[in-house]
């Protein structure tokens, strides 16, 4: 790496946590120098404008959330085991994601929705990556003859996720895992009685 890319990364992984926190409009450009110990000159020296780090801010998180199922997912495992995994990673990271300030394609879709096209954007193909992970194990489940063949396996990706996001803003907001953990249970029980042969 270059200096350059190396103030840019150092930028990035500092204020990482503190956009997931306060926000991409809630973040200022003192809070950057802040976190970053660097000038103003510095951070404009090395990005476009607040909206560019911010950007590269949010695919420094989502990288860092799909390094989780990464981890945590190999070829040997079975269908059921690969859905199972994806699941549990959501059980082992609670507390790490929570001081983090929680998910952030949950809090960037959030706020991005009306007022940052860019990160919208940005979420949005996370989004279909995260669905696309679900499909090509559903799918390679049918090849294999574990996944009833019948199963729309792009509904059931988004229906996954949809829960997913709905259990950890539930949670994150009331302040009790209890309501992740349920709809954690509620996908683990669909991929049984639903999914697997």
């Keep these: 790496m270059s200096k350059a890319e190396k103030t840019r990364q150092f930028i990035i992984e500092q204020t990482a946590e503190l956009f997931n926190k306060k926000g991409y409009a809630g973040t ?3 809070d950057i120098t802040s976190a970053t110990g660097l000038t103003k000159g510095s951070i404009y020296g090395n990005f476009e404008n607040k909206d560019e780090v911010a950007k590269e801010v949010y695919r420094y998180n989502a990288k860092r959330l799909q390094s989780n199922f990464i981890n945590e997912l190999n070829d040997a495992m079975t269908t059921r085991e690969k859905l199972f995994a994806i699941v549990d990673v959501y059980r082992k990271t609670w507390e790490t994601n929570i001081s983090r300030g929680g998910c952030p394609h ?5 706020e991005a929705d009306d007022t940052m096209p860019i990160l919208k954007s940005e979420v949005n193909k996370n989004f279909q990556n995260w669905a696309n992970m679900f499909v090509q194990i559903l799918e390679k489940g ?8 019948s199963v729309d396996s792009s509904q059931y990706a988004y229906q996954f996720i949809a829960l997913i996001e709905g259990g950890i803003l539930l949670s994150k907001t009331m ?12 996908i683990e029980t669909i991929i049984d009685n639903e999914l697997i042969k």
């Design 106 to 110: 949950l809090n960037t879709a959030v």
């Design 175 to 186: 302040n009790n895992k209890t309501h992740l953990i349920n709809t954690l249970q509620r």
């Design 28 to 30: 200022s450009l003192s």
């Design 142 to 149: 049918k090849i294999k003859n574990d996944i009833t063949e």
